[in-house]
Nanobody, 127 residues
Framework: QVHLVESGGGSVQAGESLRLSCAASGYFGASYRLGWFRQAPGREREGVASIRVTGTTSYADSVRGRFTISKDNAKKTLYLEMNSLKPEDTAMYFC?????????????????????WGRGTQVTVSS
């Protein structure tokens, strides 16, 4: 059974930084991908960043160069470092895990490639 719990959200001014954490329980082998998503009111959930066991990453164009996804295998924790935050980054942020049919999961920013979700943590950026 996989459980994901996010933390670290808050209210900040534009240009400031936040680091989100996602504590995970359960086993994550090479066939799993991990990701961060966000959803603003009235909008669809969108992929922000993805990482797999090899450490390779992918990012949405809107956050590339500002956000960094990383993981600590020993602590079983996923992170999202967010710098130079903008008001348009305001959303509920979710971490997710997805099991691939492949031995090594591919990176993905699609919600359809993830099976397990946390409850989210709110990020609000004011101008």
């Amino acid at each position: 059974q996989v459980h994901l719990v996010e933390s670290g959200g808050g209210s900040v001014q534009a240009g400031e930084s936040l680091r989100l954490s996602c504590a995970a329980s359960g086993y994550f082998g090479a066939s799993y991908r991990l990701g961060w998503f966000r959803q603003a009111p009235g909008r669809e959930r969108e992929g922000v960043a993805s990482i797999r066991v090899t450490g390779t990453t992918s990012y949405a164009d809107s956050v590339r160069g500002r956000f960094t996804i990383s993981k600590d295998n020993a602590k079983k924790t996923l992170y999202l470092e967010m710098n130079s935050l903008k008001p348009e980054d305001t959303a509920m942020y979710f971490c997710a895990a997805g099991r691939s049919e492949s031995v090594l999961a591919s990176l993905s920013l699609s919600v359809f490639d993830y099976n397990y979700w946390g409850r989210g943590t709110q990020v609000t950026v004011s101008s």
